[in-house]
Every structure is written in structure tokens, then in C-alpha cells.
T-cell receptor, first 117, second 116 residues
Framework: GAVVSQHPSRVICKSGTSVKIECRSL??????MFWYRQFPKQSLMLMAT?????????EQGVEKDKFLINHASLTLSTLTVTSAHPEDSSFYIC?????????????FGPGTRLLVL | AQTVTQSQPEMSVQEAETVTLSCTYD???????LFWYKQPPSRQMILVIR??????QNATENRFSVNFQKAAKSFSLKISDSQLGDTAMYFC?????????????FGKGTLLTVNP
């Protein structure tokens, strides 16, 4: 299957700072990537859809000014958690869409564990 | 809006035996895809199997197979010859093709433990 990387895998930061997470599709181009948040022992919660060359589409209840998404190329999407606070601590996962009839699938990155002190 | 229901929060199976995980979904879409993903303790989401709704034939991937019942909106996963490495959280997911931007809707997951 297609490979998606995510960096960093783990980050600890102080309250009030901003943190950037990168999501890359390594062996394919992805016009659409997705960002999820996962709390312990729970399912994935979609935060936003990232479209190359256009603004991200945020799910209801997700603060777009808090979670900035940029999809500047066909292989890279970034999520910036601005002015992070302890309640933003979570596991963030990205996925990249493989398009096409008979191929439609999402492949996931390994996730980023964010801890805000 | 779509919903995905996994009615078994936890299951266990003995190594080498067969286990079936249940999934039902609700949708008014006619064209869609269904997936099973596994999430082991590493938390990496791994695609196990996918099914295209317009295909009547059930998908299979080695020891993994599905029982897709479109009329009943059921999509169960059968794992044969269970291995210790199959221990993971399994998520059933739905994706409508077309206008909904190809978002995945996940069930709450089933925690599968394979015992030696």
C-alpha cells in the first residue's frame, strides 16, 4: 500500500507555544489529505479536510484559527496548533487519499503524540 | 449522514482459531466503499481490507475476508487462523463516493485480543 509519513512522532511543548505537524505522502500524490484527532480508547475524530491549493474544510466545532492547515504541494500537508494549551494534548493522525475508480482509499500516517505542559 | 455501528467493544480468540467482527452501517448513498482498519498498540492505522459497494463478490486478503450484505447494510470481518499479531483495535469505516469529499466515517471500534 501507499506510504504516509508524519513528523514529529512525539512533541512536548509549553503552554502558549505553536506546534507544526507535517504529513507527507511518500510514493504518491495526494490532492486531499485529512487530519484526525484521537483520544485514548476512542475512535478517530475528523478535524478537517485539506485540499491542495485551496482552503481547508473544517468539521463543526473545530476552531480554524486554532488549527491551521496548509496543503501547499501534492505531497505535503501541515497542521499547526497555535497557542497550544493542555487541553490540546492528544494524538493527531493524518491520512492521504488515493483516488480513482477501484482504488479509492485513505492511507494513514503513524500519528503524532502532542503533550502540552 | 452516515453512521457506522460496531456492536462488540471487545472480543477475544485463541491463536489459530477464527473470529468474526461485526459492523453495520446506515446510508442513503448508492455508491460507496467500506473498509476495515486495524490499529495495533503502536497506534498506526493499517488498512486491512476494502470493499466496493457495487461489487457483489466479497473481498479477501489472505486470512482476512468480509461478508458484505448490501441489503442488510452489514459488513463483517472474518479473521482465519488468528495470530498474536492480530491483537489490535479494529475499526469499520464507510466512505461515500462523490459529493461528501470522500470522508471516512468510523465505527467506535472492536478491541480484539488473540490469546496464546
Amino acid at each position: 500500500g501507499a506510504v504516509v509519513s508524519q513528523h514529529p512522532s512525539r512533541v512536548i511543548c509549553k503552554s502558549g507555544t505553536s506546534v507544526k505537524i507535517e504529513c507527507r505522502s511518500l510514493d504518491f500524490q495526494a490532492t486531499t489529505m485529512f487530519w484526525y484527532r484521537q483520544f485514548p480508547k476512542q475512535s478517530l475524530m475528523l478535524m478537517a479536510t485539506s485540499n491542495e491549493g485551496s482552503k481547508a474544510t473544517y468539521e463543526q466545532g473545530v476552531e480554524k484559527d486554532k488549527f491551521l492547515i496548509n496543503h501547499a504541494s501534492l505531497t505535503l500537508s501541515t497542521l499547526t496548533v497555535t497557542s497550544a494549551h493542555p487541553e490540546d494534548s492528544s494524538f493527531y493522525i493524518c491520512s492521504a487519499r488515493v483516488e480513482g475508480k477501484g482504488q479509492e482509499t485513505q492511507y494513514f500516517g503513524p500519528g503524532t503524540r502532542l503533550l502540552v505542559l | 449522514a452516515q453512521t457506522v455501528t460496531q456492536s462488540q467493544p471487545e472480543m477475544s480468540v485463541q491463536e489459530a482459531e477464527t473470529v468474526t467482527l461485526s459492523c453495520t452501517y446506515d446510508t442513503s448513498e448508492s455508491n460507496y466503499y467500506l473498509f476495515w482498519y486495524k490499529q495495533p498498540p503502536s497506534r498506526q492505522m493499517i488498512l486491512v481490507i476494502r470493499q466496493e459497494a457495487y461489487k457483489q463478490q466479497n473481498a479477501t486478503e489472505n486470512r482476512f475476508s468480509v461478508n458484505f450484505q448490501k441489503a442488510a447494510k452489514s459488513f463483517s470481518l472474518k479473521i482465519s487462523d488468528s495470530q498474536l499479531g492480530d491483537t489490535a483495535m479494529y475499526f469499520c469505516a464507510f466512505m461515500a463516493s462523490g459529493g461528501s469529499n470522500y470522508k471516512l466515517t468510523f465505527g467506535k471500534g472492536t478491541l480484539l485480543t488473540v490469546n496464546p
